[in-house]
Protein backbone atom coordinates (compact mmCIF):
# COMPACT_ATOMS: atom_id res chain seq x y z
CA UNK A 1 0.00 0.00 0.00
CA UNK A 2 1.02 3.32 -0.80
CA UNK A 3 2.23 5.68 1.92
CA UNK A 4 0.49 8.98 2.14
CA UNK A 5 2.24 12.09 1.29
CA UNK A 6 3.15 14.93 3.70
CA UNK A 7 4.92 18.06 2.86
CA UNK A 8 6.79 20.41 5.60
CA UNK A 9 8.55 23.51 5.91
CA UNK A 10 9.59 26.00 7.91
CA UNK A 11 10.06 29.68 7.78
CA UNK A 12 13.73 30.36 6.22
CA UNK A 13 16.27 31.85 8.62
CA UNK A 14 17.22 35.32 7.51
CA UNK A 15 21.33 35.18 6.92
CA UNK A 16 22.37 37.98 8.91
CA UNK A 17 22.33 36.30 12.57
CA UNK A 18 22.43 33.49 14.89
CA UNK A 19 19.50 32.12 15.54
CA UNK A 20 18.20 32.50 19.13
CA UNK A 21 16.13 29.95 20.99
CA UNK A 22 12.80 32.06 19.54
CA UNK A 23 13.71 30.73 16.10
CA UNK A 24 14.97 27.44 16.79
CA UNK A 25 11.54 26.90 18.06
CA UNK A 26 10.71 27.28 14.62
CA UNK A 27 12.30 24.15 13.62
CA UNK A 28 12.45 21.77 16.42
CA UNK A 29 8.33 22.50 15.98
CA UNK A 30 8.24 21.29 12.65
CA UNK A 31 10.91 18.09 12.88
CA UNK A 32 8.47 17.22 15.94
CA UNK A 33 5.70 17.21 13.42
CA UNK A 34 7.32 15.80 10.78
CA UNK A 35 8.69 13.01 12.70
CA UNK A 36 5.09 12.12 14.04
CA UNK A 37 3.81 11.88 10.86
CA UNK A 38 6.69 9.50 10.14
CA UNK A 39 5.83 7.22 13.21
CA UNK A 40 1.99 7.29 11.91
CA UNK A 41 3.18 5.86 8.58
CA UNK A 42 3.71 8.92 6.22
CA UNK A 43 6.32 9.55 3.66
CA UNK A 44 7.43 13.02 4.51
CA UNK A 45 9.27 15.33 2.81
CA UNK A 46 10.97 17.92 5.37
CA UNK A 47 12.19 21.66 3.82
CA UNK A 48 13.99 24.52 5.43
CA UNK A 49 16.54 27.07 4.98
CA UNK A 50 18.17 30.55 4.91
CA UNK A 51 16.85 33.95 2.99
CA UNK A 52 19.67 35.41 1.97
CA UNK A 53 18.89 38.51 -0.47
CA UNK A 54 18.02 42.21 0.54
CA UNK A 55 19.65 45.78 1.53
CA UNK A 56 20.34 44.53 5.08
CA UNK A 57 22.36 42.05 4.07
CA UNK A 58 23.89 44.34 1.94
CA UNK A 59 24.72 46.75 4.03
CA UNK A 60 26.16 44.33 6.72
CA UNK A 61 28.11 42.85 4.29
CA UNK A 62 29.76 46.07 3.32
CA UNK A 63 30.53 47.32 7.23
CA UNK A 64 32.44 43.60 7.71
CA UNK A 65 34.20 44.58 4.25
CA UNK A 66 33.40 41.41 2.57
CA UNK A 67 31.04 40.48 -0.46
CA UNK A 68 27.71 39.57 0.45
CA UNK A 69 27.90 36.29 -1.06
CA UNK A 70 30.73 35.47 1.45
CA UNK A 71 28.53 37.06 4.36
CA UNK A 72 25.62 34.75 3.94
CA UNK A 73 27.66 31.68 3.17
CA UNK A 74 28.98 32.35 7.29
CA UNK A 75 25.29 32.84 8.55
CA UNK A 76 23.78 30.11 6.48
CA UNK A 77 26.33 27.95 7.74
CA UNK A 78 25.53 29.12 11.42
CA UNK A 79 22.21 28.70 10.75
CA UNK A 80 22.37 24.85 9.66
CA UNK A 81 25.17 24.32 12.65
CA UNK A 82 22.44 25.29 15.09
CA UNK A 83 19.56 23.06 12.86
CA UNK A 84 22.04 19.84 12.87
CA UNK A 85 22.80 20.61 16.80
CA UNK A 86 18.88 20.03 17.45
CA UNK A 87 19.05 17.10 15.75
CA UNK A 88 16.06 17.65 12.87
CA UNK A 89 15.60 15.59 10.07
CA UNK A 90 15.45 17.62 7.17
CA UNK A 91 15.22 16.54 3.53
CA UNK A 92 16.75 20.13 1.79
CA UNK A 93 18.11 22.69 3.19
CA UNK A 94 17.42 25.34 0.70
CA UNK A 95 19.18 28.36 0.11
CA UNK A 96 17.69 31.51 -1.75
CA UNK A 97 21.05 31.77 -3.23
CA UNK A 98 20.72 28.39 -4.67
CA UNK A 99 21.15 28.26 -8.58
CA UNK A 100 17.68 26.62 -8.85
CA UNK A 101 15.54 29.01 -6.74
CA UNK A 102 17.21 31.62 -8.38
CA UNK A 103 16.68 30.88 -11.95
CA UNK A 104 12.84 29.71 -10.94
CA UNK A 105 12.08 33.27 -9.10
CA UNK A 106 13.23 35.58 -12.49
CA UNK A 107 10.78 32.62 -14.42
CA UNK A 108 8.05 33.66 -11.82
CA UNK A 109 8.31 37.48 -11.84
CA UNK A 110 8.13 37.50 -16.14
CA UNK A 111 5.15 34.98 -15.83
CA UNK A 112 3.27 37.16 -13.04
CA UNK A 113 4.47 40.31 -15.32
CA UNK A 114 3.36 38.85 -18.31
CA UNK A 115 0.53 37.86 -17.18
CA UNK A 116 -0.63 41.79 -15.94
CA UNK A 117 -0.34 40.71 -12.34
CA UNK A 118 2.86 42.91 -12.05
CA UNK A 119 2.91 46.71 -13.13
CA UNK A 120 5.85 49.28 -12.65
CA UNK A 121 5.36 52.42 -10.67
CA UNK A 122 7.15 54.16 -8.22
CA UNK A 123 6.76 53.91 -4.31
CA UNK A 124 7.20 56.94 -1.69
CA UNK A 125 7.06 56.21 2.00
CA UNK A 126 8.38 55.23 5.04
CA UNK A 127 11.02 52.08 4.72
CA UNK A 128 12.55 49.88 7.44
CA UNK A 129 15.53 48.25 6.76
CA UNK A 130 15.70 45.40 9.52
CA UNK A 131 12.52 44.48 8.49
CA UNK A 132 12.52 45.50 4.65
CA UNK A 133 9.19 46.60 5.13
CA UNK A 134 7.43 49.47 3.61
CA UNK A 135 4.83 51.67 5.50
CA UNK A 136 2.60 54.26 5.23
CA UNK A 137 2.26 57.55 7.29
CA UNK A 138 -0.27 56.19 9.17
CA UNK A 139 1.22 52.72 10.09
CA UNK A 140 3.98 53.98 11.53
CA UNK A 141 4.07 54.08 15.14
CA UNK A 142 5.36 57.26 17.29
CA UNK A 143 7.32 58.34 14.18
CA UNK A 144 8.82 54.67 14.03
CA UNK A 145 8.37 51.03 12.33
CA UNK A 146 5.61 49.44 14.15
CA UNK A 147 6.93 46.06 13.40
CA UNK A 148 10.28 46.58 15.58
CA UNK A 149 10.49 50.24 16.73
CA UNK A 150 13.39 51.34 14.42
CA UNK A 151 14.11 54.44 12.86
CA UNK A 152 12.43 54.86 9.50
CA UNK A 153 13.79 56.44 5.98
CA UNK A 154 11.52 58.58 3.71
CA UNK A 155 12.16 56.93 0.36
CA UNK A 156 11.03 56.96 -3.00
CA UNK A 157 12.35 54.96 -6.13
CA UNK A 158 11.23 52.86 -9.50
CA UNK A 159 9.55 49.76 -8.43
CA UNK A 160 7.41 46.61 -9.76
CA UNK A 161 4.31 46.29 -8.07
CA UNK A 162 2.13 42.93 -7.83
CA UNK A 163 -2.07 43.32 -8.12
CA UNK A 164 -3.32 41.98 -4.77
CA UNK A 165 -6.91 43.34 -5.08
CA UNK A 166 -7.50 41.73 -8.09
CA UNK A 167 -7.14 37.97 -5.61
CA UNK A 168 -8.51 39.41 -2.75
CA UNK A 169 -11.83 37.43 -2.93
CA UNK A 170 -10.47 34.72 -4.01
CA UNK A 171 -8.68 34.15 -1.21
CA UNK A 172 -11.58 35.43 1.23
CA UNK A 173 -13.60 32.43 -0.27
CA UNK A 174 -10.10 29.88 -0.17
CA UNK A 175 -10.65 31.30 3.52
CA UNK A 176 -14.09 30.19 4.01
CA UNK A 177 -14.11 27.13 2.09
CA UNK A 178 -10.79 25.84 3.97
CA UNK A 179 -12.15 26.72 7.85
CA UNK A 180 -8.68 24.95 9.40
CA UNK A 181 -6.15 27.24 6.88
CA UNK A 182 -4.99 29.56 9.27
CA UNK A 183 -4.13 28.49 12.95
CA UNK A 184 -4.57 29.39 15.37
CA UNK A 185 -8.23 30.68 15.03
CA UNK A 186 -7.43 34.06 16.01
CA UNK A 187 -4.57 35.16 13.83
CA UNK A 188 -7.67 34.28 10.57
CA UNK A 189 -9.10 37.27 12.53
CA UNK A 190 -6.28 39.59 12.79
CA UNK A 191 -5.27 38.63 9.16
CA UNK A 192 -9.11 39.66 7.86
CA UNK A 193 -9.52 42.81 10.49
CA UNK A 194 -6.27 44.26 10.25
CA UNK A 195 -5.31 43.97 6.31
CA UNK A 196 -7.77 42.20 4.07
CA UNK A 197 -11.18 44.15 5.37
CA UNK A 198 -9.57 47.43 5.23
CA UNK A 199 -8.70 47.44 1.76
CA UNK A 200 -5.62 45.16 0.88
CA UNK A 201 -2.61 47.52 -0.93
CA UNK A 202 -0.72 46.38 -3.99
CA UNK A 203 2.43 44.75 -2.91
CA UNK A 204 6.20 46.08 -4.25
CA UNK A 205 8.32 43.29 -5.14
CA UNK A 206 11.47 44.89 -6.87
CA UNK A 207 13.54 47.38 -5.72
CA UNK A 208 16.67 49.60 -7.59
CA UNK A 209 18.44 51.35 -4.45
CA UNK A 210 20.44 47.81 -3.98
CA UNK A 211 21.99 45.42 -5.62
CA UNK A 212 22.42 42.12 -3.57
CA UNK A 213 18.98 40.03 -5.09
CA UNK A 214 17.70 38.35 -7.94
CA UNK A 215 18.17 40.18 -11.55
CA UNK A 216 14.86 40.55 -13.20
CA UNK A 217 15.61 39.52 -16.60
CA UNK A 218 13.52 41.94 -18.65
CA UNK A 219 14.90 44.92 -16.23
CA UNK A 220 18.15 44.35 -14.42
CA UNK A 221 18.53 47.08 -12.77
CA UNK A 222 15.68 46.05 -10.49
CA UNK A 223 15.80 42.70 -8.30
CA UNK A 224 13.07 40.98 -6.86
CA UNK A 225 12.32 42.34 -3.75
CA UNK A 226 12.14 39.90 -0.73
CA UNK A 227 8.76 38.27 0.13
CA UNK A 228 8.42 37.27 -4.10
CA UNK A 229 11.84 35.79 -3.56
CA UNK A 230 11.54 34.05 -0.12
CA UNK A 231 8.10 32.58 -0.23
CA UNK A 232 9.05 31.09 -3.39
CA UNK A 233 11.26 28.56 -1.80
CA UNK A 234 8.66 26.14 -1.11
CA UNK A 235 8.32 25.37 -4.39
CA UNK A 236 11.73 25.87 -5.75
CA UNK A 237 12.37 23.23 -3.42
CA UNK A 238 10.65 20.56 -4.83
CA UNK A 239 12.28 21.38 -8.07
CA UNK A 240 8.85 23.69 -9.67
CA UNK A 241 10.25 26.17 -12.42
CA UNK A 242 7.65 28.55 -13.31
CA UNK A 243 9.58 28.22 -16.94
CA UNK A 244 8.31 24.98 -17.88
CA UNK A 245 4.73 23.35 -18.06
CA UNK A 246 5.69 19.72 -17.26
CA UNK A 247 7.13 20.07 -13.08
CA UNK A 248 9.36 17.04 -11.54
CA UNK A 249 7.85 14.19 -10.06
CA UNK A 250 8.67 15.82 -6.58
CA UNK A 251 6.57 18.91 -6.42
CA UNK A 252 3.65 16.84 -8.48
CA UNK A 253 4.19 13.88 -5.22
CA UNK A 254 4.38 16.15 -2.67
CA UNK A 255 2.39 19.70 -3.66
CA UNK A 256 0.51 21.28 -1.98
CA UNK A 257 2.34 21.65 1.45
CA UNK A 258 0.44 20.49 4.11
CA UNK A 259 1.68 23.13 6.39
CA UNK A 260 3.99 26.18 6.55
CA UNK A 261 5.45 25.83 10.24
CA UNK A 262 6.32 29.97 10.93
CA UNK A 263 6.69 32.52 13.80
CA UNK A 264 3.46 34.56 14.21
CA UNK A 265 4.86 37.98 13.14
CA UNK A 266 5.24 36.61 9.82
CA UNK A 267 1.60 35.48 9.14
CA UNK A 268 0.55 38.31 6.93
CA UNK A 269 3.13 37.26 4.51
CA UNK A 270 2.19 33.49 4.40
CA UNK A 271 -1.61 33.39 4.83
CA UNK A 272 -2.11 36.76 1.80
CA UNK A 273 0.91 37.17 -0.10
CA UNK A 274 1.43 33.63 -0.84
CA UNK A 275 -1.66 32.69 -1.30
CA UNK A 276 -1.78 34.96 -3.72
CA UNK A 277 1.34 34.61 -5.86
CA UNK A 278 0.34 30.84 -5.82
CA UNK A 279 -3.02 32.02 -7.27
CA UNK A 280 -1.74 34.59 -10.20
CA UNK A 281 1.08 30.96 -11.11
CA UNK A 282 -2.82 29.14 -11.35
CA UNK A 283 -0.73 26.31 -8.15
CA UNK A 284 -2.71 24.91 -5.87
CA UNK A 285 -2.72 26.74 -2.09
CA UNK A 286 -1.20 24.96 0.44
CA UNK A 287 -3.45 23.04 3.35
CA UNK A 288 -2.27 25.12 6.71
CA UNK A 289 -0.27 27.90 7.94
CA UNK A 290 0.64 27.18 11.20
CA UNK A 291 1.64 30.58 13.26
CA UNK A 292 3.16 29.35 16.72
CA UNK A 293 3.78 31.98 19.80
CA UNK A 294 7.54 33.35 20.63
CA UNK A 295 9.46 32.69 23.20
CA UNK A 296 10.46 35.66 25.64
CA UNK A 297 12.82 35.74 28.47
CA UNK A 298 11.05 35.87 31.75
CA UNK A 299 8.64 38.56 30.59
CA UNK A 300 10.76 40.08 27.96
CA UNK A 301 10.86 39.96 24.55
CA UNK A 302 14.10 38.55 23.41
CA UNK A 303 16.80 41.15 21.81
CA UNK A 304 20.36 41.33 21.69
CA UNK A 305 20.09 45.00 22.98
CA UNK A 306 18.73 44.16 26.05
CA UNK A 307 21.61 41.42 26.63
CA UNK A 308 18.54 38.19 26.62
CA UNK A 309 19.49 36.09 24.15
CA UNK A 310 19.40 32.48 24.48
CA UNK A 311 20.65 29.97 22.15
CA UNK A 312 19.84 26.59 21.60
CA UNK A 313 22.98 25.46 20.70
CA UNK A 314 24.61 27.19 23.94
CA UNK A 315 21.72 25.63 26.34
CA UNK A 316 22.31 21.86 24.94
CA UNK A 317 25.68 22.03 26.19
CA UNK A 318 24.66 22.15 29.87
CA UNK A 319 21.21 20.67 29.48
CA UNK A 320 21.49 17.84 26.05
CA UNK A 321 20.05 18.42 23.06
CA UNK A 322 16.79 16.49 23.45
CA UNK A 323 16.52 18.66 26.91
CA UNK A 324 16.10 21.55 25.13
CA UNK A 325 14.02 20.13 22.62
CA UNK A 326 11.98 19.17 25.39
CA UNK A 327 11.99 22.08 27.29
CA UNK A 328 10.72 24.66 24.04
CA UNK A 329 7.91 22.14 23.25
CA UNK A 330 6.83 21.87 26.81
CA UNK A 331 6.95 25.02 27.53
CA UNK A 332 5.27 26.97 24.54
CA UNK A 333 1.74 27.11 24.85
CA UNK A 334 -0.68 27.12 21.41
CA UNK A 335 -1.96 30.42 21.57
CA UNK A 336 -0.08 32.68 23.95
CA UNK A 337 3.90 33.49 24.46
CA UNK A 338 6.27 31.32 25.87
CA UNK A 339 8.30 32.34 29.02
CA UNK A 340 12.09 31.10 29.04
CA UNK A 341 14.56 31.47 32.39
CA UNK A 342 17.14 29.13 32.86
CA UNK A 343 15.83 28.57 36.32
CA UNK A 344 12.72 27.22 34.55
CA UNK A 345 15.23 25.38 32.35
CA UNK A 346 16.79 23.84 35.58
CA UNK A 347 13.26 23.05 36.77
CA UNK A 348 11.58 21.01 33.76
CA UNK A 349 15.04 18.99 33.28
CA UNK A 350 15.22 17.78 36.66
CA UNK A 351 11.97 17.34 37.33
CA UNK A 352 10.12 16.06 34.56
CA UNK A 353 13.48 14.97 32.33
CA UNK A 354 15.65 13.61 35.51
CA UNK A 355 13.20 12.55 37.96
CA UNK A 356 10.01 11.02 36.30
CA UNK A 357 11.26 10.03 32.69
CA UNK A 358 15.26 9.39 33.96
CA UNK A 359 14.83 7.63 37.31
CA UNK A 360 11.62 5.37 36.02
CA UNK A 361 13.57 4.15 33.72
CA UNK A 362 16.72 3.46 35.14
CA UNK A 363 15.34 2.07 38.46
CA UNK A 364 12.93 -0.52 36.35
CA UNK A 365 15.62 -1.60 34.60
CA UNK A 366 17.80 -2.08 37.00
CA UNK A 367 15.12 -4.27 38.97
CA UNK A 368 15.17 -6.46 36.05
CA UNK A 369 18.40 -7.35 35.90
CA UNK A 370 18.72 -8.16 39.68
CA UNK A 371 15.75 -9.48 40.05
CA UNK A 372 15.14 -11.70 36.56
CA UNK A 373 18.47 -11.31 35.40
CA UNK A 374 17.59 -9.02 32.82
CA UNK A 375 14.83 -11.59 31.09
CA UNK A 376 11.29 -9.35 30.81
CA UNK A 377 9.07 -11.16 32.74
CA UNK A 378 5.64 -12.43 32.06
CA UNK A 379 2.79 -11.31 33.28
CA UNK A 380 0.52 -13.20 35.19
CA UNK A 381 -3.08 -11.70 36.51
CA UNK A 382 -4.26 -8.82 37.08
CA UNK A 383 -5.31 -6.07 40.20
CA UNK A 384 -6.53 -3.36 40.59
CA UNK A 385 -3.88 -1.00 40.45
CA UNK A 386 -2.97 -2.87 37.38
CA UNK A 387 -6.14 -1.78 35.64
CA UNK A 388 -5.79 1.71 36.92
CA UNK A 389 -2.06 1.74 35.46
CA UNK A 390 -3.02 0.69 32.40
CA UNK A 391 -6.64 2.98 31.78
CA UNK A 392 -4.29 5.97 32.62
CA UNK A 393 -1.88 5.01 29.42
CA UNK A 394 -4.87 4.46 27.27
CA UNK A 395 -6.10 8.14 28.29
CA UNK A 396 -2.71 9.36 27.76
CA UNK A 397 -2.55 7.58 24.16
CA UNK A 398 -5.92 8.95 23.17
CA UNK A 399 -5.02 12.28 24.43
CA UNK A 400 -1.91 12.54 23.03
CA UNK A 401 -2.52 11.25 19.41
CA UNK A 402 -5.53 14.17 19.58
CA UNK A 403 -3.27 16.90 20.76
CA UNK A 404 -0.41 15.91 18.25
CA UNK A 405 -3.05 15.94 15.27
CA UNK A 406 -3.83 19.19 16.19
CA UNK A 407 -0.66 21.06 17.22
CA UNK A 408 -1.02 21.23 20.59
CA UNK A 409 2.39 20.22 21.33
CA UNK A 410 2.87 20.94 24.68
CA UNK A 411 0.13 19.52 26.03
CA UNK A 412 0.93 16.59 23.91
CA UNK A 413 4.26 16.65 26.34
CA UNK A 414 2.49 16.83 29.07
CA UNK A 415 -0.15 13.88 28.19
CA UNK A 416 3.43 11.40 28.07
CA UNK A 417 4.44 12.79 31.66
CA UNK A 418 0.84 12.13 33.55
CA UNK A 419 1.76 8.66 32.42
CA UNK A 420 5.03 8.22 33.41
CA UNK A 421 3.84 10.35 36.68
CA UNK A 422 1.57 7.32 36.95
CA UNK A 423 4.09 4.71 36.62
CA UNK A 424 6.00 6.26 39.14
CA UNK A 425 3.31 6.14 41.88
CA UNK A 426 2.89 2.51 40.32
CA UNK A 427 6.32 2.01 42.06
CA UNK A 428 5.32 2.98 45.38
CA UNK A 429 2.06 1.21 45.26
CA UNK A 430 3.27 -2.63 44.43
CA UNK A 431 7.13 -1.65 46.08
CA UNK A 432 8.94 -4.29 43.98
CA UNK A 433 11.35 -4.60 46.44
CA UNK A 434 8.98 -6.04 49.43
CA UNK A 435 7.59 -7.98 46.49
CA UNK A 436 11.23 -9.75 45.88
CA UNK A 437 11.52 -11.12 49.39
CA UNK A 438 9.08 -13.80 49.08
CA UNK A 439 9.34 -16.42 46.37
CA UNK A 440 5.37 -16.84 46.26
CA UNK A 441 5.30 -13.07 45.32
CA UNK A 442 7.62 -13.69 41.98
CA UNK A 443 4.66 -14.14 39.86
CA UNK A 444 3.38 -10.79 40.86
CA UNK A 445 6.60 -9.31 41.38
CA UNK A 446 7.11 -10.19 36.92
CA UNK A 447 4.14 -8.72 36.45
CA UNK A 448 4.56 -5.24 37.85
CA UNK A 449 8.08 -4.81 36.34
CA UNK A 450 6.51 -6.14 32.66
CA UNK A 451 3.56 -3.62 33.25
CA UNK A 452 6.38 -0.63 33.92
CA UNK A 453 8.57 -1.91 31.37
CA UNK A 454 5.39 -1.87 28.92
CA UNK A 455 4.60 1.80 29.79
CA UNK A 456 8.38 3.03 29.36
CA UNK A 457 8.02 1.53 26.06
CA UNK A 458 5.12 3.23 24.97
CA UNK A 459 6.37 6.41 26.27
CA UNK A 460 9.41 6.31 24.35
CA UNK A 461 7.40 5.77 21.43
CA UNK A 462 4.92 8.63 22.00
CA UNK A 463 8.37 10.42 22.48
CA UNK A 464 10.15 9.72 19.49
CA UNK A 465 9.26 12.52 17.54
CA UNK A 466 10.26 14.84 20.51
CA UNK A 467 13.16 13.20 22.12
CA UNK A 468 14.21 11.15 19.61
CA UNK A 469 17.79 10.19 20.76
CA UNK A 470 16.28 9.77 24.07
CA UNK A 471 13.79 7.65 22.99
CA UNK A 472 16.62 4.85 21.31
CA UNK A 473 18.73 5.39 24.40
CA UNK A 474 15.18 3.81 26.09
CA UNK A 475 14.80 1.15 23.29
CA UNK A 476 17.81 -0.16 23.66
CA UNK A 477 17.81 -0.02 27.44
CA UNK A 478 14.50 -2.24 27.92
CA UNK A 479 16.17 -4.56 25.23
CA UNK A 480 12.99 -3.89 22.24
CA UNK A 481 12.63 -2.34 19.11
CA UNK A 482 8.94 -2.85 18.98
CA UNK A 483 8.54 0.95 18.22
CA UNK A 484 5.93 1.19 15.98
CA UNK A 485 2.44 3.38 16.11
CA UNK A 486 0.44 0.60 16.03
CA UNK A 487 1.81 -1.08 18.80
CA UNK A 488 0.31 1.61 21.28
CA UNK A 489 -3.31 1.27 20.77
CA UNK A 490 -3.16 -2.13 22.81
CA UNK A 491 -0.72 -3.20 26.19
CA UNK A 492 1.46 -5.68 25.56
CA UNK A 493 3.62 -4.99 22.74
CA UNK A 494 6.90 -6.01 24.72
CA UNK A 495 7.81 -9.16 23.97
CA UNK A 496 8.26 -11.57 27.66
CA UNK A 497 11.62 -13.21 27.31
CA UNK A 498 13.47 -10.60 25.31
CA UNK A 499 16.12 -9.24 27.33
CA UNK A 500 17.17 -6.16 28.49
CA UNK A 501 20.16 -3.58 27.96
CA UNK A 502 22.41 -2.03 30.13
CA UNK A 503 20.54 0.84 32.57
CA UNK A 504 22.40 3.85 32.00
CA UNK A 505 21.39 7.73 33.09
CA UNK A 506 18.81 9.12 30.52
CA UNK A 507 19.15 12.97 32.27
CA UNK A 508 22.01 13.93 35.52
CA UNK A 509 20.27 15.86 37.61
CA UNK A 510 21.52 19.12 37.89
CA UNK A 511 22.54 20.99 40.95
CA UNK A 512 20.40 23.99 40.29
CA UNK A 513 22.53 26.82 43.27
CA UNK A 514 25.78 25.45 41.39
CA UNK A 515 24.49 26.36 37.94
CA UNK A 516 23.19 29.53 38.53
CA UNK A 517 26.38 30.12 40.21
CA UNK A 518 28.77 29.08 36.80
CA UNK A 519 26.40 31.02 34.68
CA UNK A 520 26.70 34.61 36.57
CA UNK A 521 30.31 34.17 36.59
CA UNK A 522 30.40 33.43 32.95
CA UNK A 523 28.48 36.52 32.42
CA UNK A 524 30.30 38.92 34.60
CA UNK A 525 33.63 37.33 32.72
CA UNK A 526 31.69 38.44 29.28
CA UNK A 527 30.80 41.66 30.07
CA UNK A 528 34.49 42.23 32.08
CA UNK A 529 35.68 41.13 28.58
CA UNK A 530 33.11 43.76 26.40
CA UNK A 531 34.50 46.71 28.35
CA UNK A 532 38.11 45.94 27.95
CA UNK A 533 37.34 45.73 24.28
CA UNK A 534 35.36 48.42 24.26
CA UNK A 535 37.90 50.41 26.44
CA UNK A 536 40.41 49.40 24.18
CA UNK A 537 38.62 50.50 20.70
CA UNK A 538 38.24 53.97 22.44
CA UNK A 539 41.96 54.38 22.66
CA UNK A 540 44.81 52.09 22.22
CA UNK A 541 47.60 52.42 24.43
CA UNK A 542 51.27 53.25 23.17
CA UNK A 543 53.57 49.93 23.18
CA UNK A 544 56.67 50.39 25.18
CA UNK A 545 59.80 48.88 25.50
CA UNK A 546 59.46 47.74 22.12
CA UNK A 547 63.07 46.67 20.33
CA UNK A 548 63.84 49.29 17.26
CA UNK A 549 64.78 47.49 14.33
CA UNK A 550 66.98 48.41 11.02
CA UNK A 551 65.40 48.49 7.46
CA UNK A 552 67.74 45.85 6.60
CA UNK A 553 66.33 43.57 9.74
CA UNK A 554 62.55 44.25 8.47
CA UNK A 555 63.68 43.33 4.57
CA UNK A 556 64.74 39.71 6.21
CA UNK A 557 61.12 38.89 6.52
CA UNK A 558 59.41 37.57 3.45
CA UNK A 559 55.84 38.80 3.11
CA UNK A 560 53.85 36.70 0.73
CA UNK A 561 50.50 37.06 -0.44
CA UNK A 562 48.21 33.42 -0.54
CA UNK A 563 44.95 32.55 -0.32
CA UNK A 564 42.98 29.99 2.41
CA UNK A 565 42.63 27.01 -0.42
CA UNK A 566 41.51 24.59 2.48
CA UNK A 567 40.58 24.94 5.91
CA UNK A 568 39.94 22.16 8.98
CA UNK A 569 40.31 22.36 13.24
CA UNK A 570 43.33 19.96 14.09
CA UNK A 571 42.05 17.20 16.36
CA UNK A 572 42.67 17.21 20.02
CA UNK A 573 44.03 20.74 19.85
CA UNK A 574 41.30 23.77 20.61
CA UNK A 575 43.14 26.49 19.74
CA UNK A 576 44.53 25.37 16.07
CA UNK A 577 43.71 25.46 12.53
CA UNK A 578 45.36 23.60 9.82
CA UNK A 579 45.45 25.91 6.68
CA UNK A 580 46.21 25.07 3.25
CA UNK A 581 47.88 27.87 1.63
CA UNK A 582 48.25 29.01 -2.02
CA UNK A 583 50.78 31.49 -3.05
CA UNK A 584 50.62 31.18 -6.92
CA UNK A 585 53.39 29.05 -7.10
CA UNK A 586 52.88 26.47 -4.38
CA UNK A 587 50.86 25.26 -1.97
CA UNK A 588 51.96 24.76 1.81
CA UNK A 589 50.61 24.10 5.62
CA UNK A 590 50.51 26.29 8.16
CA UNK A 591 49.28 25.75 11.79
CA UNK A 592 47.66 28.89 13.38
CA UNK A 593 46.14 29.01 16.69
CA UNK A 594 43.34 31.17 15.50
CA UNK A 595 40.25 28.31 15.90
CA UNK A 596 38.33 30.30 19.02
CA UNK A 597 37.80 33.42 16.46
CA UNK A 598 37.13 31.59 13.19
CA UNK A 599 35.26 28.87 11.92
CA UNK A 600 37.50 26.99 9.56
CA UNK A 601 34.94 27.51 6.56
CA UNK A 602 34.50 31.31 7.29
CA UNK A 603 38.58 31.41 5.64
CA UNK A 604 38.68 29.59 2.99
CA UNK A 605 38.81 31.47 -0.46
CA UNK A 606 39.90 34.37 1.33
CA UNK A 607 43.43 36.43 0.72
CA UNK A 608 46.00 37.03 3.32
CA UNK A 609 49.43 37.73 4.02
CA UNK A 610 52.20 34.72 5.51
CA UNK A 611 55.30 35.03 6.52
CA UNK A 612 56.63 32.92 3.90
CA UNK A 613 60.67 32.63 4.99
CA UNK A 614 59.96 31.42 8.60
CA UNK A 615 61.76 27.56 9.81
CA UNK A 616 59.08 24.87 9.96
CA UNK A 617 57.45 23.77 12.95
CA UNK A 618 55.93 20.97 13.82
CA UNK A 619 52.69 21.62 15.89
CA UNK A 620 50.61 18.22 17.20
CA UNK A 621 52.45 16.34 15.02
CA UNK A 622 51.56 18.75 11.70
CA UNK A 623 54.46 20.40 9.82
CA UNK A 624 53.97 23.94 9.44
CA UNK A 625 55.49 25.96 6.92
CA UNK A 626 54.77 29.93 8.27
CA UNK A 627 52.60 32.47 9.85
CA UNK A 628 50.40 34.16 9.43
CA UNK A 629 49.31 37.96 9.88
CA UNK A 630 47.03 39.12 12.59
CA UNK A 631 46.38 41.58 15.11
CA UNK A 632 45.20 41.64 18.35
CA UNK A 633 45.55 39.41 21.75
CA UNK A 634 42.56 38.92 23.64
CA UNK A 635 40.62 38.98 19.97
CA UNK A 636 42.68 38.13 17.15
CA UNK A 637 41.91 39.61 13.85
CA UNK A 638 43.33 38.17 11.02
CA UNK A 639 44.37 40.72 8.38
CA UNK A 640 42.64 39.91 4.79
CA UNK A 641 43.51 41.46 1.52
CA UNK A 642 41.37 42.89 -1.27
CA UNK A 643 39.83 39.95 -2.74
CA UNK A 644 41.95 40.86 -6.30
CA UNK A 645 45.01 40.68 -4.75
CA UNK A 646 47.62 38.39 -6.97
CA UNK A 647 48.90 35.52 -4.89
CA UNK A 648 52.29 35.28 -4.08
CA UNK A 649 53.23 38.77 -4.24
CA UNK A 650 55.59 40.29 -2.23
CA UNK A 651 54.40 42.94 0.67
CA UNK A 652 56.99 45.73 1.63
Not at 66 to 95: H, L
Not at 369 to 394: I, M, N, Q, R, S
Not at 566 to 589: F, H, I, M, N, S
Request: net charge negative; hydrophobic share 35%; glycine share 6%.
Amino acid sequence: MEKKTFYITTAIAYASYKPHIGNTYDIICADTIARYKRLRGYDVHFVTGSDEHGQKIENKAKEAGITPKEYVDRYAASIKSVWDSMNVSYDRFIRTTDADHEANVKHIFEKMLAKGDIYKGYYEGWYCTPCESFFTETQLKDGKCPDCGREVQLTKEEAYFFKMSKYVDRLVQYYEDNPDFIAPESLKREMLNNFINPGLQDLCVSRTSFKWGIPVDSDPKHVVYVWLDALTNYISALGYDAGRDEQPELFQKYWPCDIHVIGKDIMRFHSIYWPIFLMSLDVPLPKKVFGHPWFNFGTDKMSKSRGNVVYADDLAKRFTTDGVRYYCLAEMPYNTDGSITVESVIGRYNTDLANNLGNLVSRTVAMTKKYFDGVVPAPAGEEGTDAELKDTLKKAFESYTADMDSLHLADACADVFTMLRRANKYIDETTPWTLAKSEENRARLGTVLYNLLEVIRQGAVMLAPITPGTSDSIFAQIGTDCRSFESLSSFGGLAPGSVTGEASPLFARIDEQKLLAEIEEERAAAKKAEEEKAKAAEKPEKPEGVAMISIDDFMGVELRTAQVAACERVPRAKKLLKLTLDLGYEQRTVVSGIAKFYEPEALVGKKIIVVANLKPAVLCGIESNGMILASGEEVVRVVFLDPETPLGERVR
